[in-house]
């Protein structure tokens, strides 16, 4: 496999961000929204605004100026479809520009060209607030598995893109292993494994439900009340949007057992085979490595510190899958 450190580099291309009075001033002007009130929200590769007016509250996402607009329509269209298909799903809806756009561009410094979308905003805490239970984990992953079900049939231009975070794409992140040489032998492992999962069912997925993607109501009877940024959906194997997910739910005390409630949860929904239930161990391990491979050459390239704490607690999570 060809190592390929550029999937790395093109997740943290430094850009200028946006000021807010800037960004207050496309709501008003592109969007009619009166009077905004805005705070950025930590965002990894866009400008993010949470805004608050007279006409409501929304999300303000201005994508990164070396983004493609076929790859941020993806993400778009993906959650649109996914809304359509399970109106019950709660992912957020897109509102149009006054002159009807869904996806209005906007001209940044150095003349570079930025796609902007504002969405609806979904009240709740995040997940990374809240200690769920054994319940709500079922919830959380019934959730994930309503949101690959009504993903099954979606399609657009862009969804084979190359994206560093596809976990298909791991054996392509080698060159980074240099960087985390504890690592290797949990890397190599994925590799060998890799092409046994060759003929896993495929779709476009979320990829991407972390706790600071999922909104959450621990009184509600749902638990998960919004589920947000298909930045990273991609088409890539099935399962592995449920590993991603459990990923990051691992309780190193426990190990396995304390993600069997978000797999029970995502059975609920889709019929994994046999194949995808047997690789679902080492694609949990396989997004672990990922997560600290990529956490640490972001970290390195953009000369900011080490994000100690999270890469020594999924070191730690991968350890108790053994």
């Known amino acids: 496999m060809t190592d390929a450190p550029g999937l790395a580099d093109a997740l943290g291309a430094p850009f200028a ?13 592109r969007y009619g929204i009166r009077s905004p009130a805005l705070r950025r929200l930590e965002s990894e590769r866009d400008d993010t605004f949470r805004v608050e007016s007279p006409d409501g509250e929304f999300v303000l996402k201005v994508a990164h100026p070396d983004d493609d607009p076929l790859e941020v329509n993806l993400q778009t269209a993906a959650m649109a479809w996914a809304g359509d298909v399970d109106p019950a799903l709660p992912v957020q809806r897109v509102l149009p520009s006054v002159d009807g756009e869904i996806e209005p561009t906007l001209v940044g410094a150095g003349g570079r060209v930025r796609v902007t979308r504002v969405l609806s905003w979904l009240p709740g805490r995040m997940l990374s607030e809240v200690e769920p239970t054994a319940g709500h984990l079922r919830a959380l992953g019934a959730a994930n598995g309503r949101l690959s079900a009504a993903l099954e049939g979606f399609g657009h231009p862009a969804d084979e893109r190359a994206h560093a975070w596809d976990l298909a794409r791991l054996p392509e992140l080698a060159a980074l292993v240099e960087l985390a040489p504890d690592l290797a032998g ?3 492992a994925f590799v060998a494994a890799a092409p046994g999962f060759a003929e896993l069912p495929r779709q476009v997925v979320h990829n991407d439900l972390n706790h600071h993607n999922v909104v959450v109501d621990p009184g509600a009877a749902d638990f998960v009340v919004g589920i947000l940024d298909f930045g990273d959906a991609v088409r890539t194997w099935r399962v592995a949007d449920l590993a991603i997910t459990a990923s990051y739910l691992v309780d190193p005390a ?4 304390s993600i069997e409630p978000v797999v029970e949860g995502y059975r609920r929904h889709v019929a994994l085979t046999d194949a995808e239930l047997a690789a679902l161990p ?7 490595v990922q997560r600290i491979l990529l956490g640490t050459s972001a970290a390195l390239r953009t000369g900011t510190p080490l994000p100690i704490a999270g890469l020594e607690r999924s070191r730690t999570q991968l350890a108790s899958l053994g």
Request: proline share 0%; net charge neutral; charged share 20%.
């Open 17 to 29: 961000a946006m000021t807010e009075a800037d960004a207050a001033g496309v709501l008003r002007n």
């Open 186 to 188: 949990a890397f190599d």
């Open 254 to 257: 426990v190990g396995w057992a």
């Open 282 to 288: 080492a694609l949990v391990r396989g997004r672990l």
